[in-house]
């Protein structure tokens, strides 16, 4: 959205600026439908600092409030969507509905935008620019003020509201988002558990953490929930927790540097139209990133992560220089170099995964139908990969097909020893030597794996009853 916001605010064309609004309440539309609630957050501390650092601000304004406009005229068939859903599937004609109404309100606020703008100038030559200007700023406050009076109106006494909320997302499952027509409007949930855990995994080993991708080690032993999750929800706590200080201090330099460079391109933005664009559509991306995984899991989502990137890319881009020395340029060559070998690198490991991944998915899509060729695809997966648990879960599923009990529990128990905190394989094993008879061997196997997830009722009752798992009962 932030991009699209520079171009509606700078474009010449007010034809184009009109379509940059339009595809900006798209793409806000498309969040309400998302109704992940961290981008409350990430949208108001984006907005206020882009408002506040930033010049150029009437432009900006009038831009966000066209596409504020446009959201909340649509986000009450958007919401229907959410609510036809129940906690399942959304019902197929509301969905087109609402996203008919998406599409429709879209093109209606960008073409208004438009046509007010190209108003605005052509009155600018009659009227004069300062007293536009200062008609501007008035109707802008004017704007401001009637949506907090309305804002507050909504809200009623915003002290006892934010009184309610903080003691929803305390007590666990309170003020669930699904009683409600919308989840924004909800703080209850479980994160306040995520977070609770996590504070104290870093309280536990502060200087080093518990290692990248263990927050799950003392989670389920800890959680007073039953959601089964695997990091904290947030990118700050989950590196405090599983890297430490060490950890917490590098992404301190690297969010530094990117500060830093977004600091140099809003002093720059004072006399370059260019810079301005630069750091609003950099700024205001990468800010919303920032925000958002702060408070929840989106930095897990690659694609939106390397979008925030290339965001934080453009702000920390080199300063331009018109004579560098001849030291200076070999300097800067080897640093390119030395850059891009990180990167070669780094996209390496990233592809081995990658292709590890694909190898474990082909060889599960199979394993029912050819066990021989699964095991052939969990082998070229766990030599690129070999901590990969998926991978010995097929591997042991295949073997077990094949009546291969012993090579089957082997690889589950290869799984233990790479992961012994998780509670899947011992799970695994317990299924396997239900299958097997050997009800003896369930029993400790399923009791392994209640210790390691205590709040799971269903494995509690496996170790206490393994043959309860040829029933379900």
């Not at 859903?85 to 109404?101: K, Q």
């Not at 509201?161 to 499952?173: M, P």
């Not at 021989?372 to 695809?377: P, T």
Request: charged letters at 20%; a positive charge; glycine letters at 10%.
């Amino acid at each position: 959205v932030w991009p699209l916001v520079a171009v509606a605010e700078r474009a010449r064309n007010h034809a184009f600026a009109g379509a940059a609004v339009a595809a900006a309440v798209l793409l806000a539309g498309i969040a309400i439908l998302g109704q992940t609630r961290a981008i409350v957050p990430a949208v108001i501390v984006s907005a206020l600092v882009m408002v506040a650092v930033l010049p150029g601000r009437r432009a900006r304004l009038w831009a966000l409030i066209a596409i504020g406009a446009g959201v909340a005229v649509a986000a009450p068939q958007l919401l229907d969507v959410f609510e036809s859903a129940g906690g399942a599937t959304p019902d197929p004609d509301t969905i087109r509905s609402g996203v008919a109404a998406l599409l429709g309100i879209a093109a209606l606020t960008g073409v208004v935008f438009a046509v007010l703008r190209w108003l605005a100038r052509t009155a600018e030559p009659r009227v004069g620019a300062r007293p536009l200007a200062t008609a501007s700023t008035v109707a802008l406050v004017a704007v401001v003020v009637v949506g907090a009076v309305a804002g507050l109106a909504a809200v009623g006494d915003p002290v006892d509201r934010l009184r309610d909320e903080a003691r929803a997302f305390k007590n666990l499952g309170v003020g669930s988002a699904q009683s409600s027509r919308s989840r924004f409007t909800s703080g209850g949930g479980n994160r306040y558990d995520y977070w609770r855990v996590a504070a104290n995994q870093f309280r536990d080993e502060p200087v080093k953490g518990l290692g990248a991708g263990n927050y799950d080690r003392t989670y389920f032993l800890e959680r007073q929930t039953s959601e089964d999750i695997k990091q904290a929800h947030s990118l700050p706590l989950q590196t405090l927790s599983e890297l430490g200080l060490v950890g917490g201090a590098g992404l301190l330099l690297f969010l530094g540097a990117i500060v830093a460079g977004f600091v140099r391109r809003a002093r720059a933005a004072r006399t370059s139209p260019s810079d301005l664009g630069l750091a609003v559509a950099g700024g205001g991306m990468f800010l919303v990133w920032l925000v958002h995984t702060s408070v929840d899991w989106l930095h897990l989502i690659p694609g939106v992560t390397g979008i925030a990137l290339c965001g934080a890319a453009v702000l920390v881009a080199p300063w331009a220089r018109k004579h560098a020395a001849p030291g200076r340029s070999r300097l800067r060559l080897a640093t390119v170099v030395l850059c891009a070998l990180v990167v070669l690198f780094g996209a390496t490991m990233v592809g081995r995964s990658a292709l590890a991944d694909k190898y474990r998915s082909d060889a599960q899509d199979i394993v029912a139908t050819d066990p021989r060729g699964a095991l052939d695809k969990t082998a070229d997966s766990l030599s690129l990969n070999d901590e990969s648990l998926p991978a010995y879960y097929v591997q042991a599923a295949a073997h077990a097909r094949l009546g291969g009990y012993e090579p089957a529990r082997a690889s589950l128990l290869e799984a233990t020893r790479r992961e012994p905190h998780d509670f899947v394989p011992w799970g695994l094993l317990g299924d396997l030597a239900v299958r097997r008879g050997d009800f003896a061997q369930a029993r400790r196997d399923y009791g392994r794996a209640s210790e390691l997830n205590p709040r799971d009722a269903g494995l509690k009752q496996l170790a206490q009853r393994p043959r309860s798992a040829l029933t379900g009962r």
